[in-house]
Protein backbone atom coordinates (compact mmCIF):
# COMPACT_ATOMS: atom_id res chain seq x y z
CA UNK A 1 0.00 0.00 0.00
CA UNK A 2 1.54 3.07 -1.00
CA UNK A 3 0.79 6.97 -1.02
CA UNK A 4 1.60 9.57 -2.61
CA UNK A 5 1.37 13.78 -2.26
CA UNK A 6 0.11 16.26 -4.52
CA UNK A 7 -0.15 19.93 -4.34
CA UNK A 8 -3.34 21.41 -5.51
CA UNK A 9 -3.38 24.86 -4.39
CA UNK A 10 -0.79 27.48 -3.67
CA UNK A 11 -2.56 30.43 -2.28
CA UNK A 12 -0.79 33.59 -3.67
CA UNK A 13 -0.81 35.19 -0.39
CA UNK A 14 0.18 39.35 -0.73
CA UNK A 15 -3.13 39.25 -3.19
CA UNK A 16 -5.77 37.61 -1.27
CA UNK A 17 -4.17 39.69 1.70
CA UNK A 18 -4.88 42.85 -0.42
CA UNK A 19 -8.21 42.21 -1.17
CA UNK A 20 -9.43 41.30 2.29
CA UNK A 21 -7.92 44.06 3.73
CA UNK A 22 -10.07 46.13 1.43
CA UNK A 23 -13.21 44.59 2.71
CA UNK A 24 -12.29 44.31 6.45
CA UNK A 25 -11.18 47.85 6.49
CA UNK A 26 -14.41 49.55 4.32
CA UNK A 27 -16.86 46.90 5.59
CA UNK A 28 -18.22 48.67 8.89
CA UNK A 29 -20.77 51.18 9.69
CA UNK A 30 -23.09 49.91 6.47
CA UNK A 31 -26.29 51.13 6.64
CA UNK A 32 -28.90 49.29 4.45
CA UNK A 33 -30.51 51.12 1.75
CA UNK A 34 -33.76 51.28 1.43
CA UNK A 35 -34.79 48.16 -1.12
CA UNK A 36 -38.16 49.54 -2.41
CA UNK A 37 -37.89 51.00 -6.02
CA UNK A 38 -36.75 54.15 -5.49
CA UNK A 39 -36.64 56.77 -8.73
CA UNK A 40 -34.56 59.54 -6.35
CA UNK A 41 -32.75 61.84 -8.91
CA UNK A 42 -29.44 62.17 -8.06
CA UNK A 43 -27.08 64.82 -9.00
CA UNK A 44 -24.50 67.36 -7.51
CA UNK A 45 -21.78 64.35 -7.61
CA UNK A 46 -18.54 65.77 -6.01
CA UNK A 47 -15.56 64.35 -4.58
CA UNK A 48 -14.21 65.72 -2.11
CA UNK A 49 -10.96 66.06 0.63
CA UNK A 50 -11.29 63.78 3.42
CA UNK A 51 -9.84 64.31 6.91
CA UNK A 52 -6.28 62.65 5.45
CA UNK A 53 -4.89 60.79 2.85
CA UNK A 54 -7.10 57.70 3.29
CA UNK A 55 -10.55 59.38 3.33
CA UNK A 56 -12.34 61.42 0.71
CA UNK A 57 -15.95 62.75 1.38
CA UNK A 58 -18.17 62.74 -1.41
CA UNK A 59 -21.24 65.49 -1.69
CA UNK A 60 -24.38 65.23 -3.78
CA UNK A 61 -28.20 66.43 -4.26
CA UNK A 62 -31.32 63.92 -3.94
CA UNK A 63 -34.72 64.92 -5.33
CA UNK A 64 -35.95 62.01 -2.67
CA UNK A 65 -35.52 62.06 0.62
CA UNK A 66 -34.22 58.36 1.17
CA UNK A 67 -31.75 56.37 2.83
CA UNK A 68 -28.72 56.47 0.67
CA UNK A 69 -24.93 55.59 0.17
CA UNK A 70 -21.45 55.81 -1.27
CA UNK A 71 -20.75 52.11 -3.18
CA UNK A 72 -16.71 51.68 -3.59
CA UNK A 73 -14.69 49.29 -5.14
CA UNK A 74 -11.07 48.75 -6.54
CA UNK A 75 -11.50 49.41 -10.15
CA UNK A 76 -9.87 46.56 -10.87
CA UNK A 77 -13.03 44.52 -8.73
CA UNK A 78 -15.54 45.84 -11.60
CA UNK A 79 -16.56 42.93 -14.09
CA UNK A 80 -18.05 44.97 -17.60
CA UNK A 81 -18.41 48.05 -15.38
CA UNK A 82 -20.62 46.28 -12.38
CA UNK A 83 -19.77 46.50 -8.73
CA UNK A 84 -18.74 43.24 -7.09
CA UNK A 85 -20.72 41.94 -3.71
CA UNK A 86 -17.65 42.82 -2.28
CA UNK A 87 -17.55 46.50 -2.57
CA UNK A 88 -17.87 48.85 0.34
CA UNK A 89 -20.74 50.67 0.98
CA UNK A 90 -20.42 54.12 3.68
CA UNK A 91 -23.82 55.33 4.47
CA UNK A 92 -24.86 58.68 3.95
CA UNK A 93 -26.45 61.71 6.12
CA UNK A 94 -27.95 64.95 5.14
CA UNK A 95 -30.73 67.08 5.27
CA UNK A 96 -33.30 69.14 3.35
CA UNK A 97 -31.83 71.46 0.99
CA UNK A 98 -33.29 75.44 1.79
CA UNK A 99 -36.41 75.73 -0.49
CA UNK A 100 -34.70 77.59 -2.66
CA UNK A 101 -32.13 74.61 -3.38
CA UNK A 102 -34.98 72.32 -3.40
CA UNK A 103 -34.94 68.70 -2.51
CA UNK A 104 -32.03 67.32 -0.27
CA UNK A 105 -28.14 67.05 0.09
CA UNK A 106 -26.04 63.72 1.11
CA UNK A 107 -22.96 63.15 2.00
CA UNK A 108 -20.43 60.36 3.08
CA UNK A 109 -17.11 59.88 4.25
CA UNK A 110 -15.01 56.76 2.79
CA UNK A 111 -12.51 55.73 5.22
CA UNK A 112 -9.64 53.28 4.77
CA UNK A 113 -8.45 53.70 1.46
CA UNK A 114 -5.08 52.49 0.42
CA UNK A 115 -2.31 53.90 -1.73
CA UNK A 116 -1.83 53.81 -4.81
CA UNK A 117 -4.84 52.24 -6.16
CA UNK A 118 -7.44 52.87 -8.09
CA UNK A 119 -11.27 53.80 -7.20
CA UNK A 120 -14.82 53.51 -8.72
CA UNK A 121 -17.47 54.92 -6.92
CA UNK A 122 -21.51 55.58 -7.15
CA UNK A 123 -23.76 57.13 -4.73
CA UNK A 124 -27.80 56.58 -4.37
CA UNK A 125 -29.49 53.18 -3.01
CA UNK A 126 -29.93 49.55 -4.42
CA UNK A 127 -31.62 49.60 -7.83
CA UNK A 128 -30.76 53.55 -8.07
CA UNK A 129 -27.20 54.43 -8.70
CA UNK A 130 -25.96 57.06 -10.05
CA UNK A 131 -23.11 56.40 -12.83
CA UNK A 132 -19.78 55.60 -11.76
CA UNK A 133 -17.00 57.91 -11.13
CA UNK A 134 -13.37 57.03 -10.39
CA UNK A 135 -10.40 58.12 -8.74
CA UNK A 136 -7.08 57.17 -7.72
CA UNK A 137 -4.69 57.59 -4.90
CA UNK A 138 -1.14 57.71 -5.01
CA UNK A 139 2.25 56.91 -2.56
CA UNK A 140 1.18 58.05 1.20
CA UNK A 141 4.09 59.22 1.59
CA UNK A 142 6.71 61.80 -0.11
CA UNK A 143 6.47 64.56 -2.50
CA UNK A 144 3.30 65.48 -4.38
CA UNK A 145 1.39 68.32 -6.71
CA UNK A 146 -1.86 70.03 -5.46
CA UNK A 147 -3.56 72.56 -7.53
CA UNK A 148 -5.03 76.03 -6.26
CA UNK A 149 -7.44 77.23 -8.06
CA UNK A 150 -8.84 81.10 -7.91
CA UNK A 151 -12.56 82.43 -8.04
CA UNK A 152 -14.43 80.60 -10.36
CA UNK A 153 -17.12 83.07 -9.19
CA UNK A 154 -19.51 81.19 -11.89
CA UNK A 155 -22.07 84.56 -13.38
CA UNK A 156 -19.77 87.00 -12.34
CA UNK A 157 -19.45 87.69 -16.26
CA UNK A 158 -23.24 87.59 -16.41
CA UNK A 159 -23.14 84.70 -18.85
CA UNK A 160 -23.30 81.41 -17.11
CA UNK A 161 -22.49 79.73 -20.12
CA UNK A 162 -19.18 81.35 -21.01
CA UNK A 163 -18.00 81.30 -17.16
CA UNK A 164 -18.90 77.39 -17.24
CA UNK A 165 -16.43 77.01 -20.47
CA UNK A 166 -13.30 78.62 -18.93
CA UNK A 167 -13.67 77.10 -15.63
CA UNK A 168 -14.34 73.20 -17.04
CA UNK A 169 -11.06 74.48 -19.41
CA UNK A 170 -9.40 75.12 -16.59
CA UNK A 171 -9.90 72.23 -15.19
CA UNK A 172 -9.28 70.39 -18.36
CA UNK A 173 -6.20 72.21 -19.28
CA UNK A 174 -4.29 72.17 -15.82
CA UNK A 175 -5.03 68.48 -14.99
CA UNK A 176 -4.41 67.38 -18.19
CA UNK A 177 -0.52 68.71 -17.77
CA UNK A 178 -0.79 67.98 -14.12
CA UNK A 179 -2.64 64.36 -14.18
CA UNK A 180 -0.96 63.51 -10.77
CA UNK A 181 -2.30 66.21 -8.96
CA UNK A 182 -3.51 65.06 -5.65
CA UNK A 183 -6.01 67.93 -4.65
CA UNK A 184 -7.70 70.59 -6.10
CA UNK A 185 -7.47 73.78 -3.48
CA UNK A 186 -10.78 76.49 -3.99
CA UNK A 187 -9.76 79.94 -3.41
CA UNK A 188 -13.25 80.62 -2.58
CA UNK A 189 -16.38 82.16 -4.67
CA UNK A 190 -17.36 79.09 -6.45
CA UNK A 191 -20.36 80.94 -7.63
CA UNK A 192 -21.38 84.57 -8.08
CA UNK A 193 -25.20 84.34 -6.35
CA UNK A 194 -24.66 82.11 -3.03
CA UNK A 195 -28.30 80.08 -3.67
CA UNK A 196 -28.35 80.26 -7.15
CA UNK A 197 -28.41 76.30 -8.37
CA UNK A 198 -28.01 76.92 -12.33
CA UNK A 199 -24.20 78.28 -11.48
CA UNK A 200 -23.56 75.81 -9.03
CA UNK A 201 -24.75 73.36 -11.75
CA UNK A 202 -22.39 74.97 -14.52
CA UNK A 203 -19.58 74.95 -11.79
CA UNK A 204 -20.41 71.51 -11.22
CA UNK A 205 -20.14 70.66 -15.05
CA UNK A 206 -16.82 68.96 -15.16
CA UNK A 207 -16.39 65.50 -14.36
CA UNK A 208 -12.75 66.01 -13.20
CA UNK A 209 -14.83 67.05 -10.03
CA UNK A 210 -15.75 63.54 -9.15
CA UNK A 211 -12.40 62.69 -10.16
CA UNK A 212 -9.94 64.63 -8.01
CA UNK A 213 -10.91 65.69 -4.54
CA UNK A 214 -12.32 69.20 -4.62
CA UNK A 215 -11.36 71.06 -1.42
CA UNK A 216 -13.95 73.62 -0.67
CA UNK A 217 -12.97 77.71 0.58
CA UNK A 218 -15.59 79.83 1.11
CA UNK A 219 -15.80 83.33 -0.69
CA UNK A 220 -18.15 86.54 -0.08
CA UNK A 221 -20.20 85.27 -2.92
CA UNK A 222 -20.79 81.63 -1.22
CA UNK A 223 -21.46 82.75 2.03
CA UNK A 224 -24.90 84.32 1.53
CA UNK A 225 -26.81 81.19 1.69
CA UNK A 226 -26.83 77.36 2.58
CA UNK A 227 -25.81 76.00 -0.89
CA UNK A 228 -22.14 76.28 -0.43
CA UNK A 229 -22.48 73.86 2.39
CA UNK A 230 -25.35 71.56 0.89
CA UNK A 231 -22.90 71.19 -1.89
CA UNK A 232 -19.61 70.87 -0.10
CA UNK A 233 -19.25 68.89 3.02
CA UNK A 234 -16.04 69.76 4.21
CA UNK A 235 -13.63 67.09 7.26
CA UNK A 236 -13.05 68.20 10.95
CA UNK A 237 -15.51 71.24 10.51
CA UNK A 238 -15.87 73.14 13.44
CA UNK A 239 -19.06 75.06 12.98
CA UNK A 240 -19.49 77.50 16.23
CA UNK A 241 -20.96 80.74 15.93
CA UNK A 242 -17.39 82.51 15.72
CA UNK A 243 -16.76 81.35 12.34
CA UNK A 244 -19.91 82.40 10.73
CA UNK A 245 -19.93 85.99 9.86
CA UNK A 246 -23.28 86.82 11.71
CA UNK A 247 -22.87 84.62 14.39
CA UNK A 248 -25.19 82.30 13.22
CA UNK A 249 -24.60 79.19 11.90
CA UNK A 250 -28.48 78.27 11.84
CA UNK A 251 -29.29 81.08 9.03
CA UNK A 252 -29.19 80.64 6.05
CA UNK A 253 -25.38 81.37 5.61
CA UNK A 254 -22.47 79.26 5.35
CA UNK A 255 -19.57 78.94 6.88
CA UNK A 256 -17.50 77.29 9.20
CA UNK A 257 -13.24 76.72 9.97
CA UNK A 258 -11.85 73.69 9.38
CA UNK A 259 -8.51 71.12 9.08
CA UNK A 260 -7.73 68.14 7.38
CA UNK A 261 -3.88 66.85 6.91
CA UNK A 262 -2.71 65.27 3.40
CA UNK A 263 0.92 63.72 2.94
CA UNK A 264 2.37 65.58 6.35
CA UNK A 265 0.49 68.91 4.65
CA UNK A 266 -1.27 70.66 7.43
CA UNK A 267 -4.47 72.55 5.79
CA UNK A 268 -5.82 74.79 7.71
CA UNK A 269 -9.17 76.73 5.99
CA UNK A 270 -10.84 79.57 6.96
CA UNK A 271 -14.29 81.55 6.29
CA UNK A 272 -12.89 84.83 6.21
CA UNK A 273 -16.16 86.35 5.49
CA UNK A 274 -16.17 86.10 9.66
CA UNK A 275 -13.76 88.73 10.34
CA UNK A 276 -15.10 91.63 12.43
CA UNK A 277 -17.17 90.49 15.51
CA UNK A 278 -19.34 93.82 15.10
CA UNK A 279 -21.35 91.52 12.54
CA UNK A 280 -21.82 88.89 14.92
CA UNK A 281 -19.48 86.31 14.25
CA UNK A 282 -16.01 85.80 16.49
CA UNK A 283 -13.86 87.62 13.52
CA UNK A 284 -10.03 87.25 12.94
CA UNK A 285 -9.82 86.82 16.57
CA UNK A 286 -11.69 83.30 16.53
CA UNK A 287 -9.55 82.39 13.20
CA UNK A 288 -6.34 83.29 14.81
CA UNK A 289 -7.53 81.33 17.85
CA UNK A 290 -8.26 78.43 15.89
CA UNK A 291 -5.37 78.63 13.57
CA UNK A 292 -3.46 78.37 16.59
CA UNK A 293 -5.06 75.71 18.33
CA UNK A 294 -5.29 73.74 15.05
CA UNK A 295 -1.40 74.46 14.80
CA UNK A 296 -0.47 73.21 18.32
CA UNK A 297 -3.06 70.07 18.19
CA UNK A 298 -1.63 69.12 14.81
CA UNK A 299 1.57 70.84 13.78
CA UNK A 300 3.45 68.07 15.06
CA UNK A 301 2.03 65.85 12.94
CA UNK A 302 2.92 67.48 9.78
CA UNK A 303 5.97 69.03 7.71
CA UNK A 304 4.35 71.54 6.00
CA UNK A 305 1.37 74.53 7.30
CA UNK A 306 -0.65 76.02 4.47
CA UNK A 307 -3.15 78.07 5.32
CA UNK A 308 -6.03 78.42 2.91
CA UNK A 309 -9.02 81.59 2.97
CA UNK A 310 -10.52 83.84 0.42
CA UNK A 311 -10.09 87.07 1.50
CA UNK A 312 -6.29 88.05 0.24
CA UNK A 313 -4.19 90.47 2.56
CA UNK A 314 -1.12 91.11 0.04
CA UNK A 315 -2.73 91.76 -3.10
CA UNK A 316 -2.53 94.03 -5.89
CA UNK A 317 -5.74 95.27 -7.74
CA UNK A 318 -9.14 96.30 -6.67
CA UNK A 319 -9.52 94.82 -3.06
CA UNK A 320 -5.84 95.52 -2.13
CA UNK A 321 -7.15 98.48 -0.06
CA UNK A 322 -9.81 97.56 1.08
CA UNK A 323 -10.55 98.43 5.04
CA UNK A 324 -11.12 94.46 5.76
CA UNK A 325 -7.57 93.73 3.99
CA UNK A 326 -6.11 95.83 6.06
CA UNK A 327 -7.61 95.24 9.28
CA UNK A 328 -6.61 91.37 8.21
CA UNK A 329 -3.17 92.48 7.61
CA UNK A 330 -2.87 94.04 10.85
CA UNK A 331 -4.39 90.96 12.68
CA UNK A 332 -3.52 87.59 11.36
CA UNK A 333 0.74 87.86 9.92
CA UNK A 334 2.52 88.21 13.41
CA UNK A 335 0.38 85.14 14.73
CA UNK A 336 1.28 82.97 11.38
CA UNK A 337 4.95 83.76 11.59
CA UNK A 338 4.69 83.08 15.51
CA UNK A 339 3.21 79.65 14.37
CA UNK A 340 5.76 78.62 11.00
CA UNK A 341 3.09 78.78 8.79
CA UNK A 342 4.75 78.02 5.24
CA UNK A 343 2.26 79.24 2.71
CA UNK A 344 -0.89 81.62 2.74
CA UNK A 345 -3.16 80.87 -0.07
CA UNK A 346 -5.67 82.81 -0.84
CA UNK A 347 -8.69 84.75 -3.48
CA UNK A 348 -10.73 87.43 -3.62
CA UNK A 349 -8.58 90.04 -5.94
CA UNK A 350 -8.75 88.28 -9.37
CA UNK A 351 -5.08 89.04 -9.95
CA UNK A 352 -2.09 87.17 -9.75
CA UNK A 353 0.30 88.30 -6.89
CA UNK A 354 3.09 86.68 -4.71
CA UNK A 355 4.10 88.12 -1.42
CA UNK A 356 7.97 88.52 -0.39
CA UNK A 357 8.01 86.70 2.58
CA UNK A 358 6.45 88.51 4.91
CA UNK A 359 7.56 88.12 8.94
CA UNK A 360 5.16 89.68 11.41
CA UNK A 361 3.58 91.80 9.01
CA UNK A 362 6.70 93.33 7.45
CA UNK A 363 9.18 92.17 4.59
CA UNK A 364 11.35 89.54 6.06
CA UNK A 365 14.56 90.55 5.01
CA UNK A 366 14.88 93.99 2.65
CA UNK A 367 17.21 92.63 0.46
CA UNK A 368 15.01 89.80 -1.22
CA UNK A 369 14.56 90.91 -4.70
CA UNK A 370 11.40 91.15 -6.75
CA UNK A 371 10.60 87.93 -8.68
CA UNK A 372 13.13 86.05 -6.82
CA UNK A 373 13.43 82.00 -7.73
CA UNK A 374 14.22 81.05 -4.75
CA UNK A 375 13.53 82.43 -1.05
CA UNK A 376 15.17 81.23 1.75
CA UNK A 377 12.14 81.63 4.53
CA UNK A 378 14.40 82.21 8.05
CA UNK A 379 12.29 82.16 11.40
CA UNK A 380 8.78 83.25 10.53
CA UNK A 381 8.94 84.08 6.94
CA UNK A 382 5.62 83.57 5.25
CA UNK A 383 4.59 82.94 1.52
CA UNK A 384 1.18 85.08 0.70
CA UNK A 385 0.19 84.04 -2.83
CA UNK A 386 -3.57 85.48 -4.34
CA UNK A 387 -4.78 83.52 -7.23
CA UNK A 388 -5.99 84.94 -10.31
CA UNK A 389 -9.52 84.18 -11.98
CA UNK A 390 -9.84 80.86 -12.76
CA UNK A 391 -12.40 80.70 -14.87
CA UNK A 392 -11.88 83.99 -16.75
CA UNK A 393 -15.42 84.93 -15.17
CA UNK A 394 -14.10 88.07 -14.15
CA UNK A 395 -10.16 90.14 -12.84
CA UNK A 396 -9.76 93.26 -11.62
CA UNK A 397 -6.65 95.44 -12.64
CA UNK A 398 -3.77 96.06 -11.05
CA UNK A 399 -4.14 99.19 -8.46
CA UNK A 400 -1.32 101.42 -7.28
CA UNK A 401 0.53 102.25 -4.48
CA UNK A 402 -0.11 105.06 -2.21
CA UNK A 403 0.84 106.82 0.84
CA UNK A 404 -1.87 105.46 3.45
CA UNK A 405 1.47 103.38 5.40
CA UNK A 406 -0.55 100.00 5.28
CA UNK A 407 -0.11 100.14 0.99
CA UNK A 408 2.70 102.01 0.21
CA UNK A 409 5.29 101.24 -2.87
CA UNK A 410 7.78 98.72 -3.02
CA UNK A 411 11.34 100.88 -3.21
CA UNK A 412 12.63 98.25 -5.52
CA UNK A 413 9.79 99.02 -7.92
CA UNK A 414 7.99 101.93 -6.54
CA UNK A 415 4.90 101.17 -8.97
CA UNK A 416 3.70 98.25 -6.89
CA UNK A 417 2.72 97.14 -3.54
CA UNK A 418 5.44 97.00 -0.99
CA UNK A 419 4.82 93.41 0.07
CA UNK A 420 4.12 92.40 -3.97
CA UNK A 421 7.28 90.32 -4.96
CA UNK A 422 5.56 89.61 -8.63
CA UNK A 423 1.82 91.06 -9.66
CA UNK A 424 0.51 89.68 -12.71
CA UNK A 425 -2.60 90.88 -14.55
CA UNK A 426 -3.05 89.90 -18.54
CA UNK A 427 -6.96 88.93 -18.52
CA UNK A 428 -6.20 85.32 -19.10
CA UNK A 429 -7.29 82.43 -16.93
CA UNK A 430 -4.38 80.69 -14.60
CA UNK A 431 -4.17 78.41 -11.81
CA UNK A 432 -1.28 77.51 -8.79
CA UNK A 433 0.56 74.68 -8.78
CA UNK A 434 2.49 73.86 -5.37
CA UNK A 435 4.70 71.21 -5.53
CA UNK A 436 5.46 69.53 -2.26
CA UNK A 437 9.13 68.34 -1.95
CA UNK A 438 10.91 66.81 0.96
CA UNK A 439 13.16 70.22 1.29
CA UNK A 440 10.85 72.87 -0.68
CA UNK A 441 7.58 74.34 -2.01
CA UNK A 442 7.79 74.99 -5.06
CA UNK A 443 5.15 77.39 -6.13
CA UNK A 444 3.85 77.96 -9.66
CA UNK A 445 1.39 80.32 -11.75
CA UNK A 446 0.39 78.85 -15.20
CA UNK A 447 -1.93 80.47 -17.95
CA UNK A 448 -4.30 77.76 -18.28
CA UNK A 449 -5.80 80.22 -21.33
CA UNK A 450 -5.14 82.65 -23.91
CA UNK A 451 -7.08 85.84 -24.54
CA UNK A 452 -9.58 83.82 -26.93
CA UNK A 453 -12.29 81.86 -25.82
CA UNK A 454 -13.22 80.59 -23.82
CA UNK A 455 -12.37 83.80 -21.61
CA UNK A 456 -15.96 85.32 -20.45
CA UNK A 457 -14.73 88.67 -19.20
CA UNK A 458 -12.65 89.30 -22.94
CA UNK A 459 -15.05 87.85 -24.70
CA UNK A 460 -17.67 90.06 -23.46
CA UNK A 461 -15.40 93.53 -24.14
CA UNK A 462 -12.26 93.51 -21.50
CA UNK A 463 -9.04 93.99 -22.68
CA UNK A 464 -6.50 91.51 -22.86
CA UNK A 465 -2.74 91.72 -22.65
CA UNK A 466 -1.80 87.93 -23.49
CA UNK A 467 0.41 87.30 -26.47
CA UNK A 468 -0.36 83.93 -27.57
CA UNK A 469 3.41 83.86 -28.93
CA UNK A 470 5.21 84.68 -25.67
CA UNK A 471 2.95 83.29 -22.93
CA UNK A 472 0.73 80.50 -24.60
CA UNK A 473 -1.49 78.31 -22.19
CA UNK A 474 0.68 75.75 -20.15
CA UNK A 475 3.51 78.59 -19.24
CA UNK A 476 4.38 80.23 -16.52
CA UNK A 477 3.39 83.46 -14.91
CA UNK A 478 5.92 82.79 -11.97
CA UNK A 479 7.68 80.11 -10.53
CA UNK A 480 9.16 80.14 -6.51
CA UNK A 481 11.13 77.79 -4.66
CA UNK A 482 10.20 78.62 -0.82
CA UNK A 483 13.06 76.98 1.42
CA UNK A 484 11.66 76.23 4.77
CA UNK A 485 13.82 77.24 8.30
CA UNK A 486 15.55 74.90 10.06
CA UNK A 487 16.75 76.86 12.91
CA UNK A 488 20.12 76.92 14.02
CA UNK A 489 20.26 72.47 14.31
CA UNK A 490 20.02 70.62 11.42
CA UNK A 491 16.91 68.56 10.24
CA UNK A 492 17.96 64.88 8.83
CA UNK A 493 15.43 63.25 7.07
CA UNK A 494 15.01 59.46 5.65
CA UNK A 495 12.68 58.38 3.47
CA UNK A 496 11.61 54.71 4.23
CA UNK A 497 9.99 53.18 1.37
CA UNK A 498 6.98 50.27 1.99
CA UNK A 499 9.44 47.14 2.23
CA UNK A 500 8.30 44.25 -0.11
CA UNK A 501 5.10 42.72 1.01
CA UNK A 502 6.66 39.20 1.46
CA UNK A 503 4.87 35.72 0.17
CA UNK A 504 3.37 33.08 1.98
CA UNK A 505 3.66 29.71 -0.07
CA UNK A 506 4.68 25.93 1.01
CA UNK A 507 6.91 23.93 -1.34
CA UNK A 508 7.21 19.73 -0.43
CA UNK A 509 10.94 19.76 0.87
CA UNK A 510 13.05 17.23 -1.30
CA UNK A 511 12.10 14.86 -3.77
CA UNK A 512 8.79 14.06 -3.90
CA UNK A 513 8.94 10.42 -3.86
CA UNK A 514 6.46 8.06 -3.23
CA UNK A 515 5.36 7.88 -0.13
CA UNK A 516 5.62 3.92 0.63
CA UNK A 517 4.32 2.42 3.66
CA UNK A 518 5.45 -0.90 2.78
CA UNK A 519 3.59 -4.17 2.96
CA UNK A 520 0.76 -3.85 5.87
CA UNK A 521 1.32 -6.30 8.75
CA UNK A 522 -1.28 -8.18 10.08
CA UNK A 523 -2.04 -7.42 13.90
CA UNK A 524 -4.09 -9.95 16.22
CA UNK A 525 -7.74 -8.38 16.31
CA UNK A 526 -8.17 -8.94 12.94
CA UNK A 527 -6.90 -6.08 10.72
CA UNK A 528 -3.49 -4.89 9.16
CA UNK A 529 -1.32 -1.80 10.28
CA UNK A 530 1.11 0.05 8.25
CA UNK A 531 3.16 3.04 9.14
CA UNK A 532 5.36 5.81 7.62
CA UNK A 533 6.15 9.45 6.97
CA UNK A 534 4.74 12.20 4.44
CA UNK A 535 7.34 14.07 2.45
CA UNK A 536 8.08 16.81 4.87
CA UNK A 537 6.22 20.21 3.72
CA UNK A 538 8.73 23.81 3.50
CA UNK A 539 6.44 26.32 4.19
CA UNK A 540 7.57 29.97 3.52
CA UNK A 541 6.14 33.50 5.31
CA UNK A 542 7.74 36.97 4.69
CA UNK A 543 4.79 38.68 4.98
CA UNK A 544 4.65 42.26 6.70
CA UNK A 545 1.31 41.30 7.64
CA UNK A 546 1.94 38.56 9.88
CA UNK A 547 -0.75 37.02 8.88
CA UNK A 548 -2.34 33.43 10.03
CA UNK A 549 -1.89 30.76 7.40
CA UNK A 550 -2.57 27.10 7.62
CA UNK A 551 -1.97 24.05 5.74
CA UNK A 552 -4.71 21.15 5.91
CA UNK A 553 -4.80 17.80 4.23
CA UNK A 554 -6.90 14.86 2.93
CA UNK A 555 -7.29 11.88 0.94
CA UNK A 556 -9.65 9.98 -0.04
CA UNK A 557 -10.44 5.99 -1.22
CA UNK A 558 -7.50 3.90 -1.39
CA UNK A 559 -7.44 1.67 -4.94
CA UNK A 560 -6.00 -0.53 -6.96
CA UNK A 561 -7.88 -1.36 -10.07
CA UNK A 562 -11.47 -1.74 -9.47
CA UNK A 563 -10.67 -2.90 -5.47
CA UNK A 564 -10.65 -0.15 -2.75
CA UNK A 565 -10.75 0.93 0.72
CA UNK A 566 -11.68 3.96 2.44
CA UNK A 567 -9.26 6.91 3.15
CA UNK A 568 -10.84 7.00 6.61
CA UNK A 569 -8.43 4.03 7.80
CA UNK A 570 -5.25 6.43 7.98
CA UNK A 571 -4.55 8.85 10.17
CA UNK A 572 -1.98 10.87 11.53
CA UNK A 573 0.57 12.37 13.76
CA UNK A 574 1.79 16.43 12.25
CA UNK A 575 4.97 17.77 13.86
CA UNK A 576 7.17 20.61 13.70
CA UNK A 577 10.50 19.16 12.51
CA UNK A 578 12.43 22.46 11.73
CA UNK A 579 10.25 25.54 13.96
CA UNK A 580 9.86 29.36 12.27
CA UNK A 581 7.09 31.10 10.77
CA UNK A 582 5.01 30.61 13.72
CA UNK A 583 4.33 26.83 12.63
CA UNK A 584 2.40 24.72 15.05
CA UNK A 585 1.60 21.03 14.15
CA UNK A 586 -2.16 20.07 13.64
CA UNK A 587 -3.75 17.58 16.17
CA UNK A 588 -3.02 13.75 16.01
CA UNK A 589 -6.25 11.85 13.76
CA UNK A 590 -6.29 8.60 14.45
CA UNK A 591 -7.00 6.38 11.79
CA UNK A 592 -10.73 5.32 11.73
CA UNK A 593 -10.73 1.29 12.19
CA UNK A 594 -12.29 0.29 14.36
CA UNK A 595 -13.67 3.96 15.82
CA UNK A 596 -15.99 5.24 12.90
CA UNK A 597 -13.79 8.38 12.94
CA UNK A 598 -13.31 9.42 9.37
CA UNK A 599 -9.22 9.92 9.83
CA UNK A 600 -7.67 11.85 7.17
CA UNK A 601 -11.13 11.18 4.56
CA UNK A 602 -11.53 15.31 5.77
CA UNK A 603 -9.50 17.66 5.39
CA UNK A 604 -7.09 17.94 8.72
CA UNK A 605 -4.72 20.32 9.85
CA UNK A 606 -0.90 19.94 9.38
CA UNK A 607 0.27 22.94 10.87
CA UNK A 608 -0.58 26.44 11.46
CA UNK A 609 0.30 30.09 12.75
CA UNK A 610 -1.57 32.58 14.47
CA UNK A 611 -1.83 36.41 13.82
CA UNK A 612 1.18 38.37 14.37
CA UNK A 613 3.98 35.26 13.95
CA UNK A 614 7.72 35.83 13.48
CA UNK A 615 8.59 36.01 9.32
CA UNK A 616 10.53 33.02 8.54
CA UNK A 617 10.04 28.99 7.39
CA UNK A 618 9.48 25.70 8.85
CA UNK A 619 9.40 22.00 7.83
CA UNK A 620 6.21 19.96 9.00
CA UNK A 621 5.63 16.78 8.57
CA UNK A 622 3.90 13.97 9.93
CA UNK A 623 3.77 10.34 10.86
CA UNK A 624 0.97 8.00 9.00
CA UNK A 625 -0.48 5.76 11.16
CA UNK A 626 -3.10 3.44 8.95
CA UNK A 627 -5.50 0.66 10.12
CA UNK A 628 -7.36 -1.59 7.62
CA UNK A 629 -9.69 -4.40 8.38
CA UNK A 630 -8.60 -8.21 7.60
CA UNK A 631 -11.24 -8.52 4.98
CA UNK A 632 -9.57 -6.21 2.59
CA UNK A 633 -8.76 -7.81 -0.68
CA UNK A 634 -4.93 -8.50 -1.49
CA UNK A 635 -3.52 -5.99 -3.73
CA UNK A 636 -1.34 -2.76 -4.34
CA UNK A 637 -3.02 0.05 -3.34
CA UNK A 638 -2.32 3.75 -3.63
CA UNK A 639 -4.27 6.86 -3.00
CA UNK A 640 -3.44 10.52 -3.24
CA UNK A 641 -2.74 13.30 -0.04
CA UNK A 642 -3.82 16.74 -1.35
CA UNK A 643 -2.66 19.61 0.64
CA UNK A 644 -4.50 23.16 0.50
CA UNK A 645 -2.99 26.07 1.77
CA UNK A 646 -5.27 29.07 3.59
CA UNK A 647 -3.71 32.55 4.45
CA UNK A 648 -5.39 35.90 4.88
FE1 LIG B 1 -14.43 86.71 -6.16
Redesign the pocket.
Known amino acids: MRTHLSRRSRVAASATAAVLGVAVALGSGVATPALAADTATLSSVILGVGANETQRIVSWYSSADNAQAIQLAPTADLVTGEFPATAATFAAVGAANIATSGGYNRHATITGLKENTAYSYRVGSEGNWSSAYAFKTQDFEGDYDFLFYG ?1 P ?1 IG ?1 SGNVAKDQAGWTDTLDVSLAANPNAELLVSG ?2 QVETANTESQWNAFLASDKLRQYPWVATI ?3 DVGGKAYEQHLFTPNTDRSAAYYSNGQPASNTSGGDYWYIYKDTLFIDLNSNSYATSQGGGGDAAHVAYVTDVVKQHGGDAKWTVLVY ?1 HSIYSAASHAKDSDAKVRRTDFPKTFSDLGVDLVLQ ?2 D ?1 VYARSYLIKNGEKANAAEQPAAEDVFAGPGGVLYVTANSASGS ?1 YYDITKPDASGTNGPDPLKPSDYWYSSVQNQEHVRSYVKVGVRSDKLVVENIRSGSCAAPNASVELGSSCTNTTEAQPVGSVVDKVTVHPYHGDSQDIQVNVPNAKPGEFGWTIDGYNGLVDLGTAVEQPGDYFTAAGKINPIKVSDSRRSLSPWSLSASVGDFKDADKTFSGSYLGWTPFVADAGAGASAGAAVESGYGTDGKGLSVSRGLGSAAQGHTRGSARLGADLDLKIPADVAKGNYRTTLTITALSS
Do not use: F
Request: glycine share 24%; proline share 0%; aromatic share 0%.
Open positions: DQAGDGNHHGHHK
